[in-house]
C-alpha cells in the first residue's frame, strides 16, 4: 500500500513538473533569425528553365563527351 502510494506521488509530482515546464516555454512567438531573404541563393546559369539529364556512354568516351558538353554549355550560359 505504501509503495503504491509513493508512487502515484511521484507521478503527480512528475506531472506537475512537465506542466511548469511547458508554462515556461513561449507560445506563438515568432522566430526573428533564419528563413530567406530577398535576392539570396545562386543566380541562374541560363535564361530559361533546365533539366537534368543522365544517359550512358561507352567508358573510352567520357572525356570526349564531357569537353563537349561543356563546352556547348558555356555557349549558352548567362555571362
Same mark, same amino acid.
Given at each position: 500500500m505504501?509503495? &503504491?502510494?509513493?508512487g =502515484? =506521488? &511521484?507521478?503527480?509530482? =512528475?506531472?506537475?513538473? @512537465?506542466?511548469? /515546464?511547458?508554462? =515556461?516555454?513561449? *507560445?506563438? *512567438?515568432?522566430?526573428? +533569425? #533564419? #528563413?530567406? +531573404?530577398? #535576392? $539570396? #541563393?545562386? !543566380?541562374?546559369?541560363?535564361?530559361?528553365?533546365?533539366?537534368? &539529364?543522365?544517359? +550512358?556512354?561507352?567508358?573510352? !568516351? &567520357?572525356?570526349? @563527351? !564531357?569537353? /563537349? /558538353? !561543356? $563546352?556547348?554549355? $558555356?555557349?549558352?550560359? /548567362?555571362?
Amino acid at each position: 500500500m505504501i509503495t &503504491v502510494n509513493i508512487g =502515484l =506521488l &511521484v507521478l503527480q509530482m =512528475l506531472k506537475n513538473f @512537465l506542466k511548469w /515546464v511547458m508554462k =515556461l516555454q513561449p *507560445k506563438n *512567438k515568432q522566430e526573428t +533569425r #533564419g #528563413g530567406t +531573404r530577398q #535576392g $539570396s #541563393g545562386a !543566380k541562374p546559369k541560363y535564361k530559361e528553365e533546365t533539366k537534368t &539529364v543522365a544517359f +550512358r556512354c561507352p567508358l573510352s !568516351k &567520357v572525356d570526349e @563527351l !564531357k569537353i /563537349v /558538353v !561543356k $563546352s556547348k554549355l $558555356s555557349e549558352w550560359s /548567362v555571362k
